[in-house]
């Protein structure tokens, strides 16, 4: 059964024995009126009847409000056992990882289609269907003006707020942000976001073989695909952190589950989505997977909140039971229309899958895609690149048991749990990105495509059975590398289509995020802005560039060369924390409470299956040439650089129980 329908049923179940007891006090308290007026009436003289009239007004009250309770009693018996009838018969339980459900394609959405207009996904209702199913989805969320009084939705909350312009200025403050005269449009902003996707997971990295994703194809043909993109710290929630923060670990602070440092006022203000609502105009919506465990008071931070996370299946009123994708497309289109079409708009779309779900053992249990998604894995088979048994003893002891090792148990430890996995695993990613085509081709009928920066990446990467492991959360590539394509209307034809392997990092998309929107980013971010790789410099006159003395630039780059190596942290207690310099030929890995050291060369082991310390040769050769020196010493100054002292104070740490505003 599904466990939305036991809980509509409990509601209104209390509902009614609680209007119950009411009516009954009701009624109760108008018999004492009664038998006292009736008292009064005798005592004055009047007729039996006359006394006994305020009896009948009685039992007729009785009567008439037990006939309208139960008639309510029934109207919900009758709508909760349809419900749990369809429930059956769609074998439908959202906390499960049940593989069968009913083939549903939700409503306002157009057809999933490849580069060869192939249909991939389930037949679409018709046109009227649609708007009826857009007119009932409509009904279940309300958008608001925020001009005194606030009308909230019990499915999500949608709100517009008056926000002043923006004065224009070319200087960049360290204490407010401001709107720049800058040489580009604003835009408006979609980012794309699900969870634990593996840079691998595309087609245009594997093949077709091995994941389909036609629409994210499509949108790297339009734009850059950065095939070195990272995160700077392995894990969701401080990664999601860093997304809407542009910051470490180290300086945001969210480390722990219950512990949303950065969304505290202080902190929040200085988030790229404050900063293009306060400074932009900016009507700003976030879809999906918030992590936190915190959603009071985050009503207050955006526009539009609709979170919902944690399972593959959710139920949507009006709508029946949607797929985690299916349902942030149906949000983010409702955002859309909804949307105050006077100002630009910054949406965050965070997928919950390809995300596992629970700790089953069975193969493939732990991802739960369609029925037509899944068809189109049914016959794929996976295969490991190495012997992974083999580069699990190659790990240091300390690596060898715990959680990684734990996961691996549970999702990737036979040949059919591998294949099943990855089955389920791709045939998600395909969800997701027939989800981001609903909502991109929603843009375009909306006319605002060519005016919308597109940003698709993920929280973390992960280990998919490599070194005999799962999850994520250490410095190895499956780990830490994640997907990054940018589509942005301002790009030059020839950079549109084109890869890009610079060292792109999560750090960097806010401070990317404020150049769309023409803001300069605030002293406290992190990273940089991406589209330095690939917008050419900005135009200045002859006049001012001669009085600097300065040639004319043909890209930013010239100015400041990117970034060729970056420093990643994973600051944890309860699995081993490390912290590592990647650079472009070799990665070094430290392992502080284990005492331990690593160093790879990725442009000879790109799996990292040698590590160079751990061969006496390999060590001697290293430490002669100079190389293990110089990328410690180059680690060292990251590590000092990045982790500068944290100057919160103690009651800017949180805990379970920290109120939000």
Known sequence: MSLHCIS???????????????????????????????????????????????????????????????????????????????????????????????????????????????????????????????????????????????????????????????????????????????????????????????????????????????????????????????????????????????????????????????????????????????????????????????????????????????????????????SASDMASVRAIEFLKQRPKDRPFALTVAFYPPKAVGQSYEPGGQWSPSEWSKMLYANKTYERPYDVDKAHKNLPDFLQSGITRNRYDERWNSTEMYNVGMQNYHALVTEVDRACQQIVDELKNQSVYEDTMIIFSSDNGLMMGSHGLGGKWIAYEDSIRVPLIIYDPRMPQEKRGTTDDSMTLNIDLAETILGAANIDPPSTMQGRDISDLYLPAAAENEEAAAKKKKKKLSSPLEEKPWRTDFFYEFPNYDIPSSFALIQEQYKYIDWPRAKHEQLFDLKKDPYELNDLLNDKTSRTELETTGVLERVKKRYKELRDEIQEPNKAKPEDWCNGSLPYP
């Open 8 to 322: 509509f049923g409990l509601f209104d179940t209390l509902y009614s024995i609680l209007s119950y007891k009411i009516l009954v006090t009701m009624a109760i308290k108008f018999c004492s009126a009664s038998n006292r007026a009736s008292s009064k009436a005798t005592a004055a003289g009047a007729t039996t009847e006359q006394g006994a009239c305020g009896g009948r007004k009685y039992r007729m009250f009785v009567v008439l409000w037990l006939a309208l309770l139960l008639g309510c009693v029934v109207h919900t018996f009758k709508l909760h056992h349809n419900m749990f009838i369809s429930s059956l018969n769609n074998n439908s339980n959202s906390n499960s990882n049940s593989n069968s459900e009913v083939e549903f394609a939700p409503p306002v959405l157009p057809k999933y289609k490849d580069k060869n207009q192939h249909q991939l996904s389930p037949s679409i209702k018709s046109r009227k269907q649609q708007e009826i199913a857009a007119l009932a989805l409509a009904s279940t969320s309300t958008a608001s003006t925020k001009t005194g009084s606030t009308s909230t939705a019990s499915t999500s909350t949608a709100s517009t707020k008056t926000t002043t312009t923006a004065t224009t200025t070319t200087t960049k403050s360290t204490t407010t942000t401001t709107a720049t005269n800058h040489r580009r449009r604003p835009l408006n902003i979609v980012v794309f976001f699900p969870d634990d996707m593996s840079h691998k997971s595309l087609q245009d990295v594997s093949g077709a073989d091995y994941v389909q994703t036609p629409f994210l194809s499509a949108l790297a043909a339009d734009g850059v695909r950065f095939t070195r993109n990272a995160v700077t710290s392995s894990i969701c929630w401080m990664s999601r952190a860093t997304l809407f923060t542009g910051q470490y670990v180290s300086r945001h602070g969210s480390e722990r589950l219950n512990c949303p440092r950065f969304t505290l006022p202080q902190y929040w203000k200085n988030t790229w989505a404050a900063i293009v609502q306060r400074v932009g105009g900016y009507h700003v919506g976030h879809i999906g997977k918030w992590q936190y465990y915190n959603g009071k008071g985050l009503d207050k931070y955006f526009d539009y909140f609709n979170k919902f996370e944690g399972r593959h299946w959710f139920w949507a009123p009006g709508l029946g039971r949607l």
